[in-house]
């Protein structure tokens, strides 16, 4: 079975200060990856993805994510954080036994401080 | 629409009382999924429809749980006999399912449920 482990249920940052959101998962092949972030009371939106391509991955709002097999990690990183940033953060992987189904990480929610 | 749709937004509904969840999906999508999310849960996976195949209902919690995708479009997520620890937002997605399983999947804003 694949998993996701966030890190963190609550990470506070100044604003202009980096941003990191820690993922760990767990597959026994390559997973495919996704970040997805959670404004109040809205739906969820795709910050990126990792689909065996470049395991460095650009996505929307500055955010990017680095794949390392090796640690089997998927961090979140901003080098810069806005205060519209503040929102919940999910991680998520498919593939493998859960064909395209999203299994998801419990989340973390950035709060940014001024 | 040009995303996935979901309705009614917020229901409040009495402990007991049937309710029924409305999702439609972007036009062409062939896959729709339900998940839930709970305070302190997360987003738990309930139903996956792909095309013509049998339904993964695998994550529904309970036989009160059921859902229908009818014509390949429209999904409808019902709950019977309703209680408190349903009350959650029940978030609808949609995507085009090609081949493998790294396609962008898109999310509703969500029904929120609330059971009294």
């Known amino acids: 079975a694949q998993s996701v482990t966030q890190l963190g249920s609550h990470v506070s940052v100044s604003e202009g200060a980096l941003v990191l959101l820690r993922c760990n998962y767990s597959?026994?092949?390559?997973?495919?990856l996704f970040w997805y972030v959670q404004y109040p009371n809205q739906g969820l939106q795709l910050l990126l993805k990792?689909?065996?391509?470049?395991?460095l991955v650009k996505g929307i709002n500055g955010f990017e994510a680095e794949f390392k097999k090796s640690e089997t990690s998927f961090h979140l990183t901003k080098p810069s954080a806005h205060m519209s940033d503040a929102a919940e953060y999910f991680c998520?992987?498919?593939?493998?036994?859960?064909?395209?189904?999203?299994?998801f990480g419990t989340g973390t929610q950035l709060k940014v401080e001024l | 629409g040009a995303g996935v749709s979901q309705s009614p937004s917020n229901k409040v509904t009495e402990k007991g009382k049937d309710v029924e969840l409305r999702c439609d999906p972007i036009?062409?999508?062939?896959?729709l999924y339900w998940y839930r999310q709970s305070l302190g849960q997360g987003l738990e996976f309930l139903i996956y429809?792909?095309?013509?195949?049998?339904?993964?209902k695998s994550g529904l919690p309970s036989d009160r749980f059921s859902a229908e995708r009818t014509g390949g479009s429209v999904s409808t997520l019902t709950i019977q006999r309703t209680q408190q620890e349903d009350s959650a937002v029940y978030l609808c997605?949609?995507?085009?399912?090609?081949?493998?399983?790294?396609?962008?999947?898109?999310f509703g804003e969500g029904s929120w449920l609330t059971v009294v």
């Open positions: 997605a949609s995507t085009s399912f090609i081949s493998g399983a790294g396609n962008t999947i898109y």
């Open positions: 597959s026994s092949v390559p997973p495919y």
């Open positions: 990792y689909t065996s391509a470049a395991t």
């Open positions: 998520a992987v498919s593939g493998a036994g859960g064909g395209n189904k999203l299994t």
């Open positions: 036009s062409g999508h062939t896959a």
């Open positions: 429809f792909q095309g013509n195949s049998a339904p993964d």
